[in-house]
């Protein structure tokens, strides 16, 4: 059975991102649209809009062409988006690196992308640079924030000075690729995900008649832009809509209440480990809350008390949550504002051109029966384009009608409620970021005391997943110790995808194939 959208069809937004986004900035005028939150630099709509064309001449000057990709590798500041529409204003194609990224895998990120251009912030440039080295293929690493060319980089501030005319860039917003985060899918190492500047820009149409921002609502940035849930909720639909965007470079939990009271934020975007902190942590009764209207997580499971225990004790309509994944430019599923008892759980209803299908766990072939679990499928204007360069990769997650396989698993109430409970693919999520099994495997079996390694998610005491390494010792390293695979993992990867825990043990149960029978060591982990 096809669930359908029971909302009015939306149209395509076929137009390039910047237009889509930033068409009407002018007419925002004075209005504030990004604020530092850390400081007092405050951008206008007149500003954004004049500082992202001179920048893209200025990138266009430098030698950015239409089909370049330019990797973004920054913390959320007020330049982040200017950078992002100028980037794509020159018709590059950006790639999102997470700031934290070790240089191995930004380098990983840099060639699998083919990136030419690097735009980092100057306190990340000995990453950037160390990246590079390993990738290979970069013609310039340019700066956010130097105001001259300081250190021998282009820099974007400057740019502002330039009296070059914007370039004029023949993008085809079908097909054209405006963002390329990556994202592991399912299964397997990250890859490249091809989203048109089209199914990003008909995705806010879809979200926007539910989560209304507009001119005087006051949004706080605190979720990484460089990521699909922050690019679309806290950066594209608020700029589009006339809002302001406050912008913290990180979640620090006493900078991030003082930002709601000083700057009365009404709105706020989060991810479930800042749900729990609202609702458990003593530092909460300390600040001015009482500006916020509402609150929407996504990028992780919600735990229903939770939820209930968060907007109780800040007296607020019930935490309204968000299902989407990069691979769906993201999003599929919400909680409309102004649902009138929404039940506890769910992520919520299809957004409008939206199908969805809930296919049977035993035959991937055939629906499940009405009412009950199974994965997740979804089709509309959303869907990315694919993974980049890897055809098997797009096919294993998107069939031959269209259907996106989530991964996830759910079930839709009489009332056409989404619940996701459970997911059939391997990807952790710790707190909302994914980490891939595949690669902290790949990286344990070249640590010269491990024999073979599997990685699993478990729960920790405050419900969040973290990475778990089962590993077998080779035979002369009888002393290796929990404190070494950890210290070794941490050493390589992003703080967020460090083991967390780990266990010794004889062997990896694996199938007859080679292929790491997970689920043995779920069950092993539940018993
Ligand atoms: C703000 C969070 C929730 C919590 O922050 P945190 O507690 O500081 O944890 P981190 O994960 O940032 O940091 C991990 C580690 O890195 C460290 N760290 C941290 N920033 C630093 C630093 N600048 N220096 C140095 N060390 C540091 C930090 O201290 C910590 O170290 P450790 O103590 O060892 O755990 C953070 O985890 C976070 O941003 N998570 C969200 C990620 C996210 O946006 N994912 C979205 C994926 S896309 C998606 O799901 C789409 C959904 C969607 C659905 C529907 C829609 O309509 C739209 C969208």
Redesign the pocket.
């Given at each position: 059975m096809v669930f359908r959208s029971e909302y009015e069809p939306v149209p395509a937004v076929s137009l390039p991102i910047h237009e889509a986004v930033l068409g009407r900035a002018a007419e925002h005028g004075d209005a504030p649209a990004l604020i530092d939150g850390t400081g007092d630099l405050t951008l206008t709509y007149a500003q954004v809009d004049t500082f992202h064309r001179r920048i893209a001449a200025g990138l266009a000057e430098a030698g950015v062409r239409k089909g370049d990709v330019l990797a973004l590798h920054s913390?959320n500041t007020v330049l982040f988006p200017v950078a992002f529409y100028a980037a794509t204003r020159a018709g590059a194609s950006v790639t999102t690196v997470h700031p934290?990224a070790t240089p191995e895998e930004f380098a990983k990120q840099l060639r699998d992308s083919s990136a030419r251009w690097i735009v980092t912030v100057s306190p990340l440039l000995g990453a950037a640079r160390r990246a590079a080295d390993l990738a290979g293929g970069i013609e310039e690493i340019l700066v956010c924030d130097q105001a001259d060319r300081a250190e021998g980089h282009l820099s974007l501030q400057a740019m502002l000075a330039t009296t070059t005319p914007e370039p004029f860039v023949d993008i085809d917003p079908d097909e054209d690729i405006a963002a390329l985060p990556y994202s592991s899918g399912t299964t397997g190492v990250p890859k490249g995900v091809m989203l048109t500047h089209t199914s990003i820009a008909t995705n806010l149409a879809q979200?926007e008649p539910f989560i209304p921002m507009g001119p005087g609502d006051r949004i706080l940035a605190?979720?990484?832009f460089f990521?699909?849930?922050?690019l679309?909720?806290l950066m594209n639909a608020p700029l589009r809509q006339g809002a302001t965007v406050v912008v913290l470079p990180?979640?620090e939990l006493d900078q991030f209440l003082a930002a709601i009271e000083k700057h009365r934020i009404n709105g706020l975007y989060?991810?479930p480990?800042?749900v729990l902190a609202l609702a458990k942590h003593p530092a909460v009764a300390d600040y001015d809350l009482s500006s916020l209207e509402y609150i929407v997580s996504?990028?992780a499971p919600l735990d229903a008390s939770l939820a209930e225990a968060c907007s109780a004790r800040l007296k607020l309509p019930p935490v309204r949550q968000?299902?989407?994944?990069?691979e769906l430019s993201?999003?599929t599923h919400?909680v409309p504002l102004d649902a009138v008892n929404p039940p506890p759980g769910a992520v919520g209803k299809l957004l409008p051109s939206t199908e969805m299908r809930i296919l049977s766990l035993d035959d991937p072939a055939r629906d499940a029966e009405p009412g009950t679990e199974g994965e997740v499928a979804i089709r509309g204007p959303q869907v990315m384009k694919g993974y980049l360069g890897r055809p098997d990769a797009t096919a294993a997650m998107i069939d031959t009608d269209g259907w996106v396989h989530t991964g996830d698993i759910g079930r839709v109430d009489g009332n056409g409620w989404l619940f996701v409970v459970d997911r059939v693919k391997e990807l952790i999520k710790?707190?909302?970021?994914?980490v891939a099994p595949a690669e902290l495997e790949a990286l344990l079996l070249t640590h010269e005391g491990v024999a073979d390694a599997a990685v699993i998610g478990v729960y920790d005491e405050d419900g969040n997943e973290v990475p778990k390494a089962y590993v077998v010792r080779q035979p002369h390293a009888a002393d290796l110790s929990a404190d070494d695979i950890i210290g070794f993992v941490a050493g390589h990867v992003a703080?967020?995808k460090?083991i967390r825990r780990v266990e010794f043990v004889d062997g990896v149960p694996r199938a007859a194939s080679g292929k790491i029978l997970r689920r043995e060591l779920r069950e092993r982990e539940n018993t």
């Open positions: 913390p934290l979200l605190v979720l990484p990521h699909i849930y922050g679309t909720a990180r979640f989060v991810a480990p800042i996504a990028a968000a299902y989407g994944m990069t993201p999003g919400v710790y707190k909302g970021f994914q703080p967020y460090k």
